[in-house]
């Protein structure tokens, strides 16, 4: 079975800058999809940043752009979310995800909804105070 686990979540001021790492095992690779979601007290679970591990395509929610990166690390089958210039409103419970599955048209969320992920890790708590 597939699994993944998340590190790297903390308090950090607003304005600063952390690193998530997500590391999966149980699987030969990183599935085709990787993707960033997180939860907000109180609120819903939304897409932040997703990447196509194959051609290295990647999208992220208009929210963080220019202040989150995703990249990969295939030989580690590790995932990172690198955060910059964090706001409170980023504090959430930060997760990975995964679609094992292929497919041609790339990774953005409009093309694979929340739903279709396949595995998802148990979440990083990442607190940003002003």
């Known amino acids: 079975q597939v699994r993944l686990v998340e590190s790297g979540g903390g308090s950090v001021q607003a304005g600063g800058s952390r690193r998530l790492s997500c590391t999966a095992s149980?699987?030969?690779?990183?599935?085709?999809?990787m993707a960033w979601f997180r939860q907000a007290p109180g609120k819903g679970r939304e897409g932040i940043a997703t990447i196509d591990t194959v051609g290295g395509s990647t999208w992220y929610v208009d929210s963080v752009k220019g202040r989150f990166t995703i990249s990969q690390d295939n030989a580690k089958k590790t995932l990172y979310l690198q955060m910059n210039n964090l706001k409170p409103e980023d504090t959430a419970d930060y997760y990975c995800?995964?679609?094992?599955?292929?497919?041609?048209?790339?990774?953005?969320?409009?093309?694979?909804?929340?739903?279709?992920?396949?595995?998802w890790g148990q979440g990083t708590q990442v607190t940003v105070s002003s």
């Open positions: 149980g699987y030969t690779s990183l599935g085709y999809c």
């Open positions: 995800a995964t679609l094992i599955s292929t497919n041609s048209q790339g990774c953005a969320l409009s093309v694979v909804p929340l739903w279709q992920y396949n595995y």
